[in-house]
Structures are given as structure tokens and as C-alpha cells.
Nanobody, 115 residues
Framework: QVQLVESGGGLVQAGGSLRLSCAASGSASSINVMGWYRQALGKRREMVALFTSGNSLVYADDVKGRFRISRDNATNTVYLQMNSLKPEDTGVYYC?????????WGQGTQVTVSS
């Protein structure tokens, strides 16, 4: 079992920045696939940024150059630094991990970007 706890969401004006954190705990000594998804109201959940197996980075096209994902392997924590935020970045951001073939999700943290 893996538990994911997110923090760092909030309300910010367009052009501002936020940093999200996700700490993984439980039985996972190391998680290969870990990252962030988001879901806007009335829309499907979509990938934002993640570490794939092999530690490659993948970003959604609309966040490239603005968002940066990083991780601390010692603490199984992944971060999402979000800069130059836009109103269309508004949504619930979910931490995701795939561990031994099972998918795990955090409870989500709300990010609201005002224009």
C-alpha cells in the first residue's frame, strides 16, 4: 500500500507561482512512476508532469517551460513548481504513483488562478 499526501495548493493571480508537494508513505521504498495530474471542472483528468520508469520526464505541452517537476528519492517526495500561472491552469491537482503495477492517487489539492 502507498499513501500520497499533497500540499501547496491555493489561490494565486495570473502570472504568479505555486509549489505543490506530494509525500509518499507506506510500503513503497522507491516508486519509479510518480507525478501530477489535474482535473478542471467538467473536464477529464489529464497528465501534467511525471517521472516515468527510467526516470525520464514528461510534461504536457501547455505547461512546458512554465512548470518543473522534481523529486527527492530519499523521502519519496515529488514537487511541482508552477510558474507563470494562467487561469486555465485552475483545477484540482492530483499526485499519482504507480508501484508494482498498481495506481495510487492523492486526495487532490485545489489550484485556482484568478485573472
Amino acid at each position: 500500500q502507498v499513501q500520497l499526501v499533497e500540499s501547496g495548493g491555493g489561490l494565486v493571480q495570473a502570472g504568479g507561482s505555486l509549489r505543490l508537494s506530494c509525500a509518499a508513505s507506506g510500503s513503497a521504498s522507491s516508486i519509479n512512476v510518480m507525478g501530477w495530474y489535474r482535473q478542471a471542472l467538467g473536464k477529464r483528468r489529464e497528465m501534467v508532469a511525471l517521472f516515468t520508469s527510467g526516470n525520464s520526464l514528461v510534461y504536457a505541452d501547455d505547461v512546458k517551460g512554465r512548470f518543473r517537476i522534481s523529486r527527492d528519492n530519499a523521502t519519496n517526495t515529488v514537487y511541482l513548481q508552477m510558474n507563470s500561472l494562467k487561469p486555465e491552469d485552475t483545477g484540482v491537482y492530483y499526485c499519482h504513483a504507480n508501484y508494482r503495477g498498481s495506481n495510487y492517487w492523492g486526495q487532490g489539492t485545489q489550484v485556482t488562478v484568478s485573472s
